[in-house]
């Protein structure tokens, strides 16, 4: 199944000042970092996910951890061979008990397919109404959506502490201030925005 929005659509030549709004509504807040009640996986088959997920465990972040993850719908060959017949959950929470975190300490999910049902089946699972603070862990470049999916269907009283780490493709890292430099950085964060004004638009996401 092919996404409805290209990973890598081409995209137009924009003024400073738009390069400037789409680089905040991507990246996303800018919130220091704090300790907080979970520690929140979006799935993700990269090797960044855990390894960022084992370096916000190991700096005591939260006392437990949420994986998130089946298997996607919209990947490719690459993917498939990698994950096999596994889940992103599977692969994510065994690197992490390989690296010391006690199984005791995790919790999750392992049927969805993207990252809004990442967060609907975790609800499923976990009562976010008895925590205050949700320390996510994605890519630099997809704070801004995984923050929007997290706002809208999480409780309001709920705070929120994006933990990223950067996405490389091809060698070619992805941030904040490079992104522009890049065709593939220009193309995986334009199709970043182009997918939050699409979800914004369904209300699967808060709004831009």
């Known amino acids: 199944m092919k996404s409805l929005i290209p990973r890598e659509p081409t995209m137009p ?9 789409i680089t905040d509504v991507v990246f996303g807040p800018q919130v220091p970092l704090q300790n907080g009640d979970l520690i929140f996986v979006f ?22 951890i ?15 061979a990698y994950v096999g017949d596994r889940t992103e959950n599977a692969i994510i929470t065994e690197k992490l008990i390989a690296n010391g975190v006690p199984i ?30 949700v320390v996510f862990i994605t890519k630099a470049h997809v704070v801004g959506r995984h923050w929007r999916t997290l706002k809208q269907q999480l409780p309001a009283t709920v705070e929120l502490i994006p933990y990223s780490y950067v996405a490389e ?37 808060a709004p831009m």
């Open 66 to 80: 949420f994986v998130t993850g089946g298997q996607s719908k919209t990947a490719d060959a690459e993917y498939a």
């Open 104 to 133: 005791t300490a995790i919790i999750g999910e392992d049927r969805s397919s993207n990252s809004l049902e990442n967060v609907i089946f975790a609800t499923e699972v976990f009562d976010f109404t008895t925590i205050k603070r």
């Open 13 to 21: 030549e924009l003024s400073a000042g738009q390069l400037q709004m």
């Open 43 to 64: 799935s993700s088959a990269q090797a960044g996910i855990w390894q960022a997920t084992l370096q916000a465990w190991r700096q005591g972040l939260a006392p437990q």
């Open 169 to 205: 493709y091809d060698g070619i890292t992805v941030t904040r201030d490079n992104w522009v430099a890049s065709a593939v950085g220009r193309a995986r964060v334009w199709g970043e925005y182009l997918r939050i004004q699409a979800y914004s638009e369904k209300g699967d996401i």
